[in-house]
């Protein structure tokens, strides 16, 4: 069983940014395929960003550039450093281990205009 737990969410004005944080605790772990989601308001949950164990990475087209993905393996963490933020990027954001299928319970990310 693996636990994940996000930190780092907030309030923040559009153009500034966050990092989000994911922890892993429990049993072994090693990032093999972390994805962070997110879901807004009235708005299916979807993938921003996804972290492979050889370090590649794929992001949603609405992050491209602004957003980056990265993992500490001997930290048990997966980031996401959110910059040059937008007002529809507020959500709750999740990370997930999808080989495991671990989802923690999220972080509210709220931009002001």
């Known amino acids: 069983q693996v636990q994940l737990v996000e930190s780092g969410g907030g309030l923040v004005q559009a153009g500034g940014s966050l990092r989000l944080s994911c922890a892993a605790s429990?049993?072994?772990?090693?990032?093999?395929?972390m994805e962070w989601y997110r879901q807004a308001p009235g708005k299916q949950r979807e993938l921003v960003a996804r972290i492979t164990s050889g370090g590649s990475t794929i992001y949603a087209d609405s992050v491209k550039g602004r957003f980056t993905i990265s993992g500490d393996n001997a930290k048990n963490t997966v980031y996401l450093q959110m910059n040059s933020l937008k007002p529809e990027d507020t959500a709750v954001y999740y990370c997930y281990d999808h080989y495991g299928n671990y989802w923690g319970r999220g972080t509210q990310v709220t931009v002001s205009s």
């Open positions: 429990g049993s072994i772990f090693s990032i093999n395929a």
